[in-house]
């Protein structure tokens, strides 16, 4: 069935320093691709989204690439603040029936 | 623009007992999602609703889990009875439609003893 898998967490990051969060997936079709962030004590949101192959999202400095070839969706943001600590999850939607597919989450520490 | 509301945020209960949880979606969102989210993992879909009809239950335990959104405007989700397994986040989302973005509540954390 279709997955998503994220690296493991947490990931420890001094301030300023350059981040990657890798994800990757495994689908049938061609599903739109989501990262959502999860900051402490509160819900879900979506943070940037790509619906087609080399589609790229960006919002807030973070950036991601719909990547076909690789089946990836690699999260990066060229200079981390303290304030992006939180959990960031990858997820897919099928177009088939529009469910969304999560990754377990990957949680960011920024340490000033 | 209110967002997605949840009550209560945070519940124990013994095994056994019943509980329930309440949402408020977005005004004007057709489609309405429960989602268990456990510890150290993404969210799982519970159920889904497009209006006040179900659209998607396939992964709700029927057994001991049921859900119903009146009106099409406010959900609650039961839990009769609960199991220790149960111990998660209940998050409660909206969408505009089936195909557009969700808005996820703050959730409740369900803590079984």
């Known amino acids: 069935g279709d997955s998503v898998t994220q690296m493991e967490g947490p990931v420890t990051l001094s301030e300023e320093a350059f981040l990657t969060i890798n994800c990757t997936y495994t689908?049938?079709?061609?599903?739109?691709l989501f990262w959502y962030v999860q900051y402490p004590g509160e819900g879900l949101q979506l943070l940037l989204k790509?619906?087609?192959a080399d589609d790229k999202g960006s919002n807030k400095g973070f950036e991601a690439t719909y990547r076909k070839e690789t089946t990836s969706f690699h999260l990066e943001k060229g200079s981390v603040q303290v304030s992006d600590s939180a959990v960031y999850f990858c997820?897919?939607?099928?177009?088939?029936?529009?469910?969304?597919?999560w990754g377990a989450g990957t949680k960011l520490i920024i340490k000033p | 623009e209110a967002g997605v509301a949840q009550s209560p945020r945070y519940k124990i209960i013994e095994k056994r007992q019943s509980v329930a949880f309440w949402c408020n979606p977005i005004?004007?969102?057709?489609?309405l999602y429960w989602y268990q989210q456990i510890l150290g993992q993404g969210p799982k879909l519970l159920i889904q609703?497009?209006?006040?009809?179900?659209?998607?239950d396939s992964q709700l335990p029927k057994d001991r889990f049921s859900a119903e959104r009146l009106k099409g405007v406010d959900s609650t989700l039961k839990i009769q009875p609960a199991k220790l397994e149960d111990s998660a986040v209940y998050l409660c989302?909206?969408?505009?439609?089936?195909?557009?973005?969700?808005?996820f509540g703050q959730g409740t954390r369900l803590t079984v003893v």
């Open positions: 989302a909206s969408s505009e439609n089936r195909d557009t973005e969700a808005f």
């Open positions: 005004s004007g969102h057709a489609t």
């Open positions: 609703f497009q209006n006040n009809g179900v659209v998607d």
């Open positions: 689908a049938t079709g061609y599903p739109s």
């Open positions: 790509a619906t087609k």
């Open positions: 997820a897919l939607r099928k177009r088939s029936n529009y469910q969304l597919i």
